[in-house]
């Protein structure tokens, strides 16, 4: 008896070591490919495999093969269901089972809806088969209902599946300690985003891998891009698929061949961890804990670069801003000053000014949140510029964004910057753009241009304006004389017509703007109105009663045109609205919208 118990005892122990023996080769084997245990959990599948269970026949439920074992118990009462917990697995003997095939049947039922893995039954004298009955409803619910032999002890069946499960949770264990010390390793060299998506690639057995921010521009990936488009997770810009990634209709994420961690630092998301299984096969069981480590590294590194990103802004914001407003760094000290930042100032150059628009709900959004959100929008414009300008000086002020650049590129810079800005979800932005300058020391002035023209672009058509100050035309003039001078000049001239009443007064403005534009020609003026041109006469008539003669004074023509033109700017009409109690500032900006002055780029 002695000897035949410890004889067991050896073979149990001979079966342990075995398992341990092949997890450890499985583990070895994990770094060159996938590791061939796909899951921590032990399925019914597995467990009928095992030598234990080789002769035991599954005899319902095919469709739960898999099933998850998270631990094997015993059926000793005929009540069991209120001790059963789920993913576990239930053997029984014929002796607390219901002989009533409608009882057993509804057995099934509960066991099913409390989620457990199967039932492992071991025919004897108190029940020899299983009634048709019991089966159909284990077939319905994909329960597996398994025969195991009479010569089968379950104590072998619960020792040996034990030690599986033992074995596979030590196993995952000593790989997360292992991936944690790799990634570990990334994050205490400073290896980056690039050297995090290699080890973790490498870790998964070859995977794809990705990292993204919030709206799935590519930040970091692995040389395999095909596995991101095999699975649906590209897009044609090169971005991925985010949505997919977080739709409720897509795989799960133990069915899916990816796994996805969110990348979060200070209550704020930056982004995601992706990996991809391109072979399509299942990545190593332990592929999501490996995914939601590399986001915490992910996040590390990211915070790290934002506060690099950080400082260096600010210095080249410090130097930009003393540049352009001709303070400590001007004159020739700024040129070589601008070299460590990789200015070229030793060229004919311009200045861009660019503001952006409020975003609806931003001033909802947290401090930390804007605070992050402006520095995308920095690193952005900063960014943008470098690549269409490497020479570029390129910053952010606290309410502008301010470049220097190539004068015979400024335009197109301008657009293109702007318009790539606005596709990239940023918001819209207004622009202006100076004049050329040649030396360093006329960076003050092109700065105080590219100012008024933005400044003008935004009152003249709105916002999303890209406004050159050489094509300003009388605006530049306009621009350099006081609000209230420009008010009291507006009255002096226009006074008695925009205090008429509505509709005369929009209806004779937008006749004087026609016959200004066709320089004072009665008969041309009355064709572009579609008017009789004694309609025309009579208007004409009206209008020289009101401003005094003009048809022939090419000095009061152009002292009313001016006048015109100042109504299209808001900071005037605003200044005649509050004074003159008259409603000009709205007939103002209709007068702007119907006639567009060819001066604005």
Known sequence: MCESTVRSSDQQSDRMSSDIVTSRNAERAAPDGVSPITRMTLTVAELLEHDVMRSASIVAGRGGLERGIACLNVMSVPDIVRWTRRDEFLLATGYPLPRDPDEFSGLVEQLSERGLAGLGVKLDQ????????????????????????????????????????????????????????????????????????????????????????????????????????????????GCIAIERLLDASSPTSSDAPWSVAKISAGGLEHGYVIAVDGSQRRLPFVRTTAVEQAALVAALEITRELAVASVERHFASNALHDLVTGGSAGGVDSVAYATTFGWNLNRTVSVIVARQHELPGAIDLHPRARELAALRVVNQWTSL???????????????????????????????????????????????????????????????????????????????????????????????????????????????????????SRSDLLTTLSAL??????????????????????????????????????????????????????????????????????????????????????
């Open 126 to 237: 108190y029940m020899s088969n299983l009634a048709p009955k019991v089966l159909a409803t284990a077939d319905r619910l994909n329960f597996p209902v398994i025969i195991i032999p009479h010569e089968t002890a379950l104590d072998e069946v619960l020792s040996q599946a034990f030690t599986i499960i033992v074995n596979r949770q030590a196993l995952a264990l000593k790989l997360t300690h292992d991936f944690h010390h790799r990634l570990l390793t990334v994050a205490l060299t400073g290896g980056g985003l690039a050297l995090l998506v290699k080890e973790l690639s490498d870790m998964l057995g070859g995977a794809a891998v990705a990292i993204v921010d919030r709206a799935g521009s590519v930040r970091a990936i692995s040389d395999d891009r095909a596995s991101f488009e095999q699975a649906g997770l590209l897009r044609s810009d």
């Open 385 to 503: 510029v470098r690549n269409h300008d490497s020479a570029a000086a390129a910053a952010g002020f606290a309410a502008e964004l301010v470049a220097v650049v190539d004068a015979g590129k400024a335009e197109h810079i301008a657009r293109m910057v702007r318009n790539e800005l606005v596709t990239t979800g940023l918001g819209n932005f207004s622009v202006g753009i100076s004049g050329p300058g040649t030396a360093p020391d006329q960076i003050p002035r092109l700065y105080q241009e590219a100012r008024v023209a933005l400044a003008v672009g935004n009152r003249l058509t709105g916002a999303g304006a890209v406004t050159s100050y050489s094509r300003l035309g009388i605006y530049r003039l306009l621009c350099n004389v006081g609000p209230d001078d420009l008010r009291s000049f507006v009255i002096e001239t226009l006074g008695p017509l925009l205090r008429l009443p509505q509709p």
């Open 516 to 601: 200004l534009e066709n320089r004072c020609n009665v008969a041309e003026t009355a064709r572009t109105l579609h008017y009789h041109y004694n309609t025309m006469r009579y208007r004409v008539a009206k209008l020289e009663h009101l401003l005094g003669p003009f048809i022939d004074d090419a000095e009061a023509s152009m002292r009313i045109s001016v006048a015109l033109r100042l109504l299209e700017m808001d900071e005037i009409l605003g200044s005649l609205n509050a004074s003159d109690g008259s409603e000009s500032s709205s007939h103002g900006r209709q007068h702007a919208a119907a006639r567009q002055p060819k001066a604005i780029a």
